[in-house]
């Protein structure tokens, strides 16, 4: 039985696992949920799962919460500070970081100081400060295990490897809603439009970064943490029907791929299961339905944020917590429709040059780097 804290148990990642967790009683139990500012879910989730504690970020909701599962024996919690906590309980073996964005770096942390194994949705922990989340992981040796479809794939493909250098590895991208279209195109795409993803059902965040491609720009530098790679060892191919996952391409050109339908569960269960492989009533894949596989370069000049992730890992240091950051501020705003698609990648190119860069980063520095970014990109959209 591994006792497993799902941080972001509302979100799409967090309710697929907790769907894995339903179809598997005898090998998983959600010991810890918590949301952000869903306290119904939450209440639902609690009582049909019956973990130890749930957390509600949002301290407006505590005492919702608190009275719904009065007569429960479950633990209520609130504020972001009791998600830094719960993961470093004795009960809990495993925390799967399923929250979106910078507010996922602190708990993780904790967790990894804890000992306890980290199944990894929340990829903004690597992009922001993977140098010194991965350090820490060795130290106390802890298990990143990414769930990320990609990341998944990567990791399911060196399995065995161990002593094998990698060559490359190549990160597949549907390439969104937009893919093929230009920058006159993308001039006046609304909201909607941009959250209509083809294949994948997504949080709205994730899914606009999907469709400006920064979703992959931010998989490149969590890659680039998760297996040890330098920048030219990180390549990216759209792949739009979504069913080759990612590649890795070892010394001697032989190329691995780990392939299957777009379902997020999949990936999910291989890290809280890992390293054993369970049985499943997912939807198998078949090649009679799939006649063509297709793949193309992507197009990062019309798709800046792409080039832009590149750009942030070739320079290091803080400069990928400021295209996190920048990237978090400008979503919202384009979300709550403050400005264009394009104005995005304009805004976060800005934020790079203008947040002061601090080479060789320690905790304290991500903060105010996170802090800066955000402050400069709500000034350049005029807030």
Known sequence: MKRI??????????????????????????EVLTVNGNADVLISQALTFKPKTVVITDESNYQYVKKALADTGIEVLAGEA???????????DMVLTAVVGYVGLKPTIAAIKAGKDIALANKETLVVAGDLVTRLAREYKVNILPVDSEHSAIFQ??????NNPIEKIILTASGGPFR?????????????????????SMGAKITIDSASLMNKGLEVIEAKWLFDLDLDQIEVVVHPQSIVHSLVQFNDGSIKAQLGLP??????????????????????FSFANYSNLTFEAPDTKTFRNLALAFEALSIGGNCPCVINAANEVVVDAFLKDKIGFLQMSDIIAECMQKVTRVLKPVYEDYVETDKMARITALELIGN
């Open 5 to 30: 804290a799902i941080l972001g148990s509302s979100g799409s990642i967090g309710t697929q696992a907790l769907e894995v967790i339903s179809a598997n009683p005898d090998k998983f139990k959600a």
């Open 82 to 92: 009791a998600l830094a906590e719960v993961v470093t309980y004795d009960s809990v």
């Open 157 to 162: 493909c060196l399995a065995g490897e161990e």
């Open 180 to 200: 093929g279209k230009g920058l006159d195109d993308l001039r006046n795409v609304t909201k909607n439009q941009a959250l209509k993803h083809p294949n994948w």
């Open 263 to 284: 379902d997020m569960k999949l990936p999910i269960q291989y890290a809280m299961a890992y390293p054993q492989r369970i049985k499943n009533d997912f939807p198998r």
